[in-house]
Each structure stands twice: as structure tokens, then as C-alpha cells.
């Protein structure tokens, strides 16, 4: 079981990325796929989550910014991040977790299974 997260780099103000995060050894429609960040020192946060039943959650810090979705045939889910800021920068991660209670979607703790990380620097 792995997830590899890719897509990070750098954005201008305002500009957009996408972030990947395939799956391989199982398959993600089974799963609940979270995306976190971790800005230096800072701690981790949870910022959107796509459910196995296709619903999705955001935290208040992107709504309206960032669109999660999931791909079935390329077993891979994307962060769409639009109008980024310069607080968007950060590491983030995907993660992966079979069954949870969707309150505690944004809980770092609850997943199983962690990508390596993506670097997202926004800055001018």
C-alpha cells in the first residue's frame, strides 16, 4: 500500500496548482483520501477530505480555493488549489483511511496510510 503525492512547486500569488496523490496496492475508491499541510512550525492540518461515498470536506482556510476530486481510472485523487496565498505555503500530504466518523475527517491521527510530502511554496 502507497501514496505518492506530487504536483507541489512554486505559485505566484494568486496562481494555481495541482497536487496528485496516487494510490497503488489498493484502490482509493474504497478508502477516505485526506489532504493535510505542515507550514515550518506549525502543526499539521487537516484541509480537505473526499469520502468514499464522493462527498468532500474542506476546512474553512480553503473553501471556496481548493476542489478535491477522484479519479477511479488513474486510482488517483487531486487538489485543485486556485487564488493560492502566500499562508498557503507548505508541505502537504495526502493520506488514506478505510472507515472514521466524517466529523473527525480533518484529524491527522485517524489515517492509515501517508504519502511523502509536497512542497508548495507561494511567494512572488
Known amino acids: 500500500v502507497q501514496l505518492q503525492a506530487s504536483g507541489g512547486g512554486l505559485a505566484q500569488p494568486g496562481g494555481s496548482l495541482r497536487l496528485s496523490c496516487a494510490a497503488s496496492g489498493f484502490t482509493l475508491d474504497y478508502y477516505n483520501i485526506g489532504w493535510f499541510r505542515q507550514a515550518p512550525g506549525k502543526e499539521r492540518e487537516g484541509i480537505s477530505c473526499?469520502?468514499?461515498?464522493?462527498?468532500?470536506e474542506y476546512a474553512d482556510s480553503v473553501k471556496g480555493r481548493f476542489t478535491i476530486s477522484r479519479d477511479d481510472a488513474s486510482n488517483t485523487v487531486y487538489l485543485q488549489m486556485t487564488n493560492l496565498k502566500y499562508e498557503d505555503t507548505a508541505v502537504y500530504y495526502c493520506?488514506?483511511?478505510?472507515?472514521?466518523?466524517?466529523?473527525?475527517?480533518?484529524?491527522?491521527?485517524?489515517?492509515?496510510?501517508w504519502g511523502q510530502g509536497t512542497l508548495v511554496t507561494v511567494s512572488s
Open positions: 493520506a488514506a483511511v478505510f472507515g472514521y466518523h466524517r466529523r473527525t475527517w480533518h484529524l491527522s491521527r485517524i489515517y492509515d496510510y
Open positions: 473526499h469520502s468514499r461515498d464522493g462527498s468532500t
